[in-house]
């Protein structure tokens, strides 16, 4: 299966989880992403995505030399960002508990949901 467009849309949100987390740089956000099991990221994949959030004003970056040499990107959230990412949370965790019931017949979600 090609996962390309489910991949994108939450990558954007996984990206702007981790820059809500405190500024940061894309090789560090790439590393991030690696240990919570995005194994086959590249740059090539990140920075577009990066370039869209910051196009949409969610992000600002700004440039500044790194401790190791080199001009880096460092990347925070904006106030529109962090509620465009709340506003991503909720639609995810209802857009995943209803794909769960379809996909698993996972009956549990119904009963949770159901009992609050």
Do not use: W
């Not at 577009?48 to 401790?67: F, Y």
């Not at 991503?88 to 996909?103: G, H, N």
């Amino acid at each position: 299966m090609d996962d390309t467009q489910l991949m994108k849309g939450i990558l954007e949100g996984c990206v702007l989880g981790i820059i809500s987390r405190g500024e940061t740089y894309g090789y560090e956000i790439l590393s991030c992403l690696e240990s919570y099991g995005f194994h086959n990221l590249v740059e090539g994949t990140l920075y577009p995505v990066l370039t869209r959030l910051d196009k949409k004003g969610l992000i600002c970056c700004r440039k500044a030399k790194s401790p190791l040499g080199p001009i880096r990107k460092y990347y925070s959230i904006t106030e529109s960002g962090a509620k465009y990412l709340e506003e991503f949370k909720d639609d995810y965790k209802t857009i995943t508990r209803q794909a769960s019931i379809i996909l698993f017949e996972d009956t549990e979600i119904t009963t949770k949901e159901e009992e609050e």
